[in-house]
């Protein structure tokens, strides 16, 4: 007999629907570049500290400003450091404090949503106007004040901004959380009598999951446009570490005569930010959630 | 009259699957729609009923596609028309009718300014002649002071009116062909009739012809001059009303008819075994082969055209259709079902019941008390007897679920007592009501898509109540799983299946199975099978019936459809705005007399049976809230008698059927009212 619909949607495990989703992501054209883009940088940042041609910081008056040639592909800085090794190395550094700065802004954002969409009432009322206090706080000057006090190590910019960026999340958290908890199949575990963890656990968490984590994707994008922005502005990572903002920064005077120090971090920061963008939207249509393209905050 | 307005011509629409492939769900399907002719179109759902109806005014639903064939309108082909020359047709010369026309009408616009502005679209008239036309509809769809109407917002109106007023929009532009698709599901059964003898009026009144789909057999008797029964996108069966719903020469409709429970027949209706196939899953033979209980071997490797058959001015799609000539006595046939041998024992009993929603005031709630001398449920007094099945009914928002949930210790009572078993008081709050207590009142809901978790297996949904109740684990665990699904007909290899990969009827079974899991004394249905299609209905009725006498659970069944209640109950309760109107044997629910709103209620049951008419006693209005004093049904009743009834909350009187009826009206007096 021919496969009818049913059966093709065979019993699959984790694994099998991880890749799943994943060839269902790179079935469209604009799935498939977010994904090379994304699968590119992130190999890049994995093996750049052991194929870097250069030092990062070493500093050289000899080799200032030097243009593009067979030794230094993308030329030299206003310091005579290779653009080619501060690159990779600044896509590491992009990657690594926006990654665990989504992971912990999904992290809080996604338990406080959950927490509040369960309990509704004066508890959530609260809770999110506080939310929302902070959603009207230029994010930019609070962090500005938050790195003057404590520095800005990774270690104070990693929560920083997953605290900034979890704001959006709490929001699709506990919209998701307070559709499912009306749900037949929650008063059904209610009258069961389970416990309240276990009814977390094992039915709102699985159905809300995959909102969350597309946010959570979306969000990443735009932290990554923040992050730099803050070193851009001098409020990121401190140099020398190679970082694309703050190479941004120190060569935007120098744009009109060695233009090469500045396009290669450019050309990275915008094309991660792409990727990533293009992967979460992939990403979104493959777990048929709908979601509107909201603003950055 | 016998002008041909719209053809359909072989027409076969499809999508294509993942792998590529091309899926037909309307294959092949042929008919003409006359002038002034009322068609209906039944279906279970997935039979591409709705796709067809669209395609009757040229619209093709995103990712679907005409494979071939074309909608002649006026000998036009709608499927071959631009954009521009369909908008000329749309609205002014086929219009449709949505099912939920709450959702369609835009909501902060007036009533009068929407119909104005369907008016301004699809004629030429002016200002004068508008607002006078206005008017005319609203008369038309006989909505109550039409001056006012029109000033009104669409939430100002009750699901009926809103109805009214699409039908009225759908008219303005005078078109030649109504399409309505399910314009009634969803609606009360009172509202339901009398939306269906507007719109028989208005086919008589105005000569439109009508398309009118519905999944509803016993609404399409209603209004249709001929019935097209589908099944898996195909045309079985097609002719004139009387003849389908009389002498139904396809084993499919045959097996329909039947397994639509009746208001005459006590027991319960026969069901089909199996559901309608996926679209693609059929590649060779008769698409109803699985289920058909005619089937030959032939039937298996042939496919059956549409044949005419001239003595009954039929079109069938079956090799055997002979077989079923003369047959039609069989339709009136049921199932008996034991009835309980009741050793009266008592295990649940609602003692003065009353239950608000309304918010507590602060001080209220410091002393634990809700101040609401106008409950939405008030002074419910039943005493469930063990293995009884006993029916709440009543229209939607009579407090039937909120009865169940308030059994169930989801909802707070106000007043009153449960108490189960001996006497014993449950508490009315969850959380203090011990384990064995929650294991032994389970829950099933109206709608498995909503009451299964979409992300667990059959194997993690049947589990939780076996882990929770009997803190079962391996193999033990599976083994109990097995059972269950045996316990439901449903194969071992369900287990690993996704809600999403059952059919309607198979998600109820899980459902059932779930209640089942925990040995449960009672099981509270909430419109079980509301939302399954009437042939699947009768399969999960039995499926119950089964159990129950297998197991001596006691159900409590709340339904809107009295006569799936007559099917299924021993016993029957109704219910108006959350008040007890009558309670008695269900066997006598229909013999006289019976209390004013049970009459109301029997009467709008719409029969799949031309010769049934519903009869309309009451007004289908809609109250917002039960009166303050006097008789719950005092804003409707067809019978009030005065004063006394506004005043007074009538008594309860024994009627010689020994059913109780709460009225004024002394109950020998109903009784020969009725006769
Ligand atoms: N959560 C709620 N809050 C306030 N009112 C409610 C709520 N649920 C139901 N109601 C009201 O209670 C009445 C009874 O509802 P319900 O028990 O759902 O009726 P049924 O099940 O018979 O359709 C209706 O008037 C409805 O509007
Ligand atoms: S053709 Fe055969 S299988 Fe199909 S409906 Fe007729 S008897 Fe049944
Ligand atoms: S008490 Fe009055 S209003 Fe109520 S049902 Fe009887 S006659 Fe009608
Ligand atoms: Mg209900």
Known sequence: ?297 | MNKIIESIKNLSIGFNSQKGKKISILRNVSTNIKKGETVGIVGESGSGKSTLALAMMGYIKQGLFPLKGECLFKSEDLLKMSSRQLEKIRGRKIAMIPQNAGQALTPNLKIGYQIDEALRLHTDLNKTERDKKISELLNKVRLPSPETMAFRYPHELSGGQQQRVAVAMALAGKPDLLLLDEPTTGLDVTTQAHVLELLRFIAKDTGTSMIYVSHDLGAIAQVSDRIVVMYAGEIVLEGPARKILKEPIHPYTYGLLKSIPKLSLAGLPASMPGSQPQPGSISEGCSFYDRCNLATDHCKKNSPDLEYIKELDTNVRCFNHKELINQNNNLQTSITKKSNNSEAIEVLKLKDVSISYAKQKFFDQLLNKISDQNPTVKDINIDIKKGETIALVGESGSGKSTILKSIAGLLKTKDGQIKFENDRILSSDLKMRNPNDLRAIQLIFQNPDESLNPNHTVEQILSQPLKLYFNLSGEELKKNIIDLLKKVRLGEFYMSRYPRQLSGGEKQRVAVARAFAAKPDIILCDEVTSALDVSVQAAVLNLLQQLKEDLGTTYVFVSHDLAVVRAISDRVAVLYQGRLCEIGPSQNVYKFPSHPYTEVLLGAVLEPDPDIKPKLVAEDIVEEKPPEKGCSFQGRCPRKIGDICNTEVPPWQIGENGNAIRCHINIDELANSQQ
């Open chain 1, 1 to 297: 007999m021919e496969s009818n619909l049913i059966t093709e949607d065979k019993q699959k495990n984790k694994l099998e629907k991880a890749f799943e989703i994943l060839k269902t992501m790179a079935s469209k054209p604009s799935g498939l570049i977010g994904l090379a883009i994304v699968l590119f940088h992130v190999v890049l940042a994995l093996i750049s500290p052991y194929i870097a041609p250069y030092d990062y910081k070493a500093i050289s008056p000899n080799t200032m400003l030097l243009a593009p040639s067979a030794e230094h592909w993308f030329g030299t800085d206003s310091l005579g450091r290779d653009v080619f090794t501060r690159t990779i190395l600044g896509g590491r550094t992009a990657l690594t404090v926006t990654f665990f700065g989504s992971l912990i802004a999904l992290l809080w954002g996604g338990l406080l949503g959950i927490f509040c969409g369960l309990v509704g009432g004066k508890i959530d009322d609260v809770v999110m106007r506080v939310v929302d206090a902070f959603l009207s706080i230029p994010w930019i000057l609070a962090m500005l004040l938050i790195v003057s006090l404590l520095g800005t190590s990774t270690e104070v910019l990693i929560p920083a901004l997953g605290f900034f960026y979890g704001k959006g999340i709490v929001r699709v958290a506990r919209a998701a959380t307070h559709d499912v908890i009306a749900k037949d199949f929650i008063v059904s575990a209610r009258a069961r009598g389970h416990s309240n963890m276990s009814i977390i656990w094992n039915e709102i968490i699985p159905n809300v999951r995959d909102a969350i984590l597309v946010e959570g994707a979306m969000r990443w994008s735009w932290m990554l446009l923040g992050f730099s922005s803050l070193s851009f502005l001098g409020f990121g990572v401190s140099p020398p570490t190679p970082d694309w903002g703050l190479m941004i920064s120190n060569a935007r005077g120098l744009m009109s005569f060695a233009y090469w120090s500045v396009i290669a971090p450019i050309v990275g920061l915008s094309s991660l930010i792409i990727g990533i963008n293009l992967t979460a939207d992939a990403f979104a249509k493959a777990l048929g959630i709908d979601r509107s393209t909201k603003a950055p905050v």
